[in-house]
């Protein structure tokens, strides 16, 4: 069975840096997107960076510069280093990644736990 296990997250200063970790375990054959969420309280959970198997990246404006999506292949982990933090980037993030497990055809969707990011004075 494949698991998603972010690790990374806490408390930071705003203008700081955080690095998160997203790592796969479970028999994989592959892993196609790998993307990273948010969701503030009272508000939607929104995409904040997306990979593809190619390594193209994607952000929306409000983290464009600031955040980078990695991934290694190798370990199926991915990585969000987030620099320049703002209060506003407070929130659970989300790991998600479109992969195949082995012995299946078709590929799904997966979640992490979520870990928390608060950035704070």
């Known amino acids: 069975q494949v698991h998603l296990v972010e690790s990374g997250g806490g408390l930071v200063q705003p203008g700081g840096s955080l690095r998160l970790s997203c790592a796969a375990s479970g028999s994989i054959s592959s892993i196609n997107a790998m993307r990273w969420f948010r969701q503030a309280p009272g508000k939607q959970r929104e995409l904040v960076a997306a990979i593809t198997s190619d390594g193209n990246t994607n952000y929306p404006d409000s983290v464009k510069g600031r955040f980078t999506i990695s991934r290694d292949n190798a370990k199926n982990t991915m990585y969000l280093e987030m620099n320049s933090l703002k209060p506003e980037d407070t929130a659970v993030y989300y790991c998600?990644?479109?992969?195949?497990?082995?012995?299946?055809?078709?590929?799904?969707?997966?979640w992490g736990q979520g870990t928390q990011v608060t950035v704070s004075s």
């Open positions: 998600n990644e479109y992969l195949i497990p082995s012995g299946n055809y078709f590929p799904s969707y997966y």
